[in-house]
């Protein structure tokens, strides 16, 4: 612990000790902060920890299909809209104002997917898992075969002149 921990965090870095005032022990305390550096502590702990699942999507582009799956658990199902529009995938869900335990909410969020090139937009696919996962499914077009003009050319041995054959035997068409 150290003993003047404002000269070992810089200026611009949040503190937590003013809650330390509320502490029982005035704030002597240890606390994890006190171990670590102040960039490692403030820089990758905290945002790893910060992170949001909500905002989490996948989307895989493989040669049959375009897989797109999104969490949109905070959403009922007759909340959650999907459309095709051109060449994207739209979806939108929205859930109007709901009292929770901090007070009131309302979400609402839009997500536009530019399908690839040889989907087939008129035959997308959406499916919600229980947990909450919103999956789309494009197949894309399957790659036709052009019928190729190749053939066989044969190949026909001539057989040489009998004026080539004394070009050859008096040493002048070599």
Avoid: C
Avoid at 74 to 92: A, G, L, Q
Avoid at 111 to 122: D, F, H, M, S
Avoid at 147 to 163: A, D, H, L, Y
């Amino acid at each position: 612990m150290a003993l003047l921990p404002w000269v070992s965090r810089s200026w611009w870095e949040p503190s937590d000790y003013p809650s330390r005032v509320f502490d029982p022990f005035f704030g002597l305390r240890s606390y994890d902060s006190d171990f670590l550096p102040p960039t490692l502590y403030h820089g990758l702990v905290q945002p790893i920890i910060d992170i949001d699942p909500t905002y989490l999507s996948e989307v895989k582009n493989d040669p049959d299909q375009f897989k797109v799956m999104v969490n949109v658990s905070h959403f009922k199902p007759e909340e959650i809209e999907v459309r095709t529009n051109d060449n994207s995938v739209i979806i939108h869900a929205k859930h109007e104002e709901k009292i929770d335990e901090h007070g009131f909410v309302t979400r609402e969020f839009m997500r536009r997917y530019v399908l690839p090139e040889g989907t087939e937009a008129e035959n997308v696919n959406s499916s919600l898992s229980p947990n909450g996962i919103l999956t789309i499914e494009a197949p894309k077009k399957a790659v036709e075969s052009t019928p190729s003009n190749e053939r066989n050319v044969p190949i026909t041995v001539e057989k040489p002149s009998f004026g080539s054959r004394l070009k050859r035997w008096f040493g002048f068409g070599k």
